[in-house]
């Protein structure tokens, strides 16, 4: 599975970005997504996933009714609406792949290349 992650960009507090993240292959709705980010000097981590028909979705404390992860199975592809922006949202956000339908918060298989996204205070 390839992954092709977009939509990173500067924006100021407060605003609004969707991330999206294309993927190769004809199974995509067996594959779980997810979103994760990462500021230099930190860990990974993970902000929302995806089960691999969308009917399940798990977020992290911190992006928990700002941020909403979909799918669309027909087009391979994965949206992050990213709402009320803050400067502490700031990082390189990837999106990922795993071999199994079930979403998890971690064990991904498969990385994007990152896009970036600056939020301003």
């Known amino acids: 599975v390839q992954l092709q992650a977009s939509g990173g960009g500067l924006v100021q507090a407060g605003g609004s970005l969707r991330l999206s993240c294309a993927a190769s292959?004809?199974?995509?709705?067996?594959?779980?997504m997810g979103w994760f980010r990462q500021v230099p000097g930190k860990e990974r981590e993970f902000v929302a996933g995806?089960?691999?028909?969308?009917?399940?979705?798990y977020y992290a404390d911190s992006v928990k009714g700002r941020f909403t992860i979909s799918r669309d199975n027909a087009k391979n592809t994965v949206h992050l609406q990213m709402n009320s922006l803050k400067p502490e949202d700031t990082a390189v956000y990837y999106c990922a792949a795993r071999i199994s339908p079930v979403a998890v918060t971690t064990s991904y298989d498969y990385w994007g290349q990152g896009t970036q996204v600056t939020v301003s205070s």
């Open positions: 995806i089960s691999g028909p969308g009917g399940t979705t």
């Open positions: 292959g004809r199974t995509f709705s067996g594959y779980a």
